[in-house]
């Protein structure tokens, strides 16, 4: 099923901005944190999810990851309160584990990722991740490092383009997009936001406009995920990061995509059902444990009324898992 939602908007007073965290009450419970315990949120973003956890800490620690530099600064000033109690960094989360092993820790009692883009991200222009204003076309969540999105559109092959924006974007009319891009950019670097929806929006035919959203969001989304190399950051990040649970310790995602939401229950699967056994087998002979005991069978998902007060949670799944 499409998932058009871009990410997750997080609802924090950040001057004119404005991000409410998503699932916030059912996170921190999956999370179950304890006053002593060291946790980590790799996506800190504003810091709308940490700051529930900081809460409840009392001698404990959180460990705050993200990115992006604005994000780390917000958040910093934001939680600024909670002293001690948080330790703010600027990584990729897929440096996250050996980040926390420098700082002394060996262990965690929890974790959480929320995944997708913030609503500082998408609400600032000059970012480039929206295109209702003109904005250099960058999306890179890391601006001191990678390729932004317009290396990309400009760069890759055809067929590559196409790929990404229909299997990121899950979007039919990929191939033709792609074309469009392939023989516009001929013409003219495709270097800003509002090219590159125009080049979507002559690409689709009017009738076939999605009614509520614009033609250009799931392309957005398919090139973002691509530029900062979203899906496979998680399937690096999440089996380092469940292996840095200490028993009792608890992992929580929240994703906004089908692609993420499959590595999630996928990942979690593995740490709950490791046999490799055949299943004609009458018992375990490759002596493979289980690590991890699924908390969330199904995931969750926001209530109508969170998604009435929060559209953007409205493609939300928690899954959560306890290592054993
Ligand atoms: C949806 S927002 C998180 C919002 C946060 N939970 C809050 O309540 O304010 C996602 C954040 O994750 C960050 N992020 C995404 N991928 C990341 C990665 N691989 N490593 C570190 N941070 C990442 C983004 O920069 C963004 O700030």
Known sequence: MPWPHMGCEAGRSTGDKMHI??????????????????????????????????????????????????????????LEAYGEKLAVFKADFQEAGELIRRQGYNGLDGFIMDLGVSTLQLKTPERGFGFSSEAPLDMRMDRSRGESA????????EGELSRIIFEYGEERWAKRIARTIAARREEKRIDTTRLLARVVE???????????????????????????GEIDALKAALPEMISMLRTGGRAVVISYHSLEDRVVKDTFRVGARPCTCPPDFPKCVCGKKPALRILTPKPVAPSEAEIKSNPSARSAKLRAAEKI
């Open 21 to 78: 965290p998503v699932l916030l009450r059912e996170s921190v419970d999956f999370l179950n944190v304890r006053p002593a315990g060291v946790y980590a949120d790799l996506t800190l973003g504003l810091g709308g999810h940490a700051e529930e956890i900081l809460k409840k800490i009392k001698s404990g620690r959180l460990i705050g990851i993200d990115k992006d530099m604005q994000a780390i600064e917000r958040a910093k000033e934001a």
């Open 150 to 157: 317009a290396d990309l559109v400009n760069g890759l092959p």
């Open 202 to 228: 002559d690409s689709i035919p009017r009738g076939a406009w999605p009614p509520k959203t614009h033609p250009a969001t799931r392309t957005f989304q398919a090139i973002r995920i691509a530029v900062n």
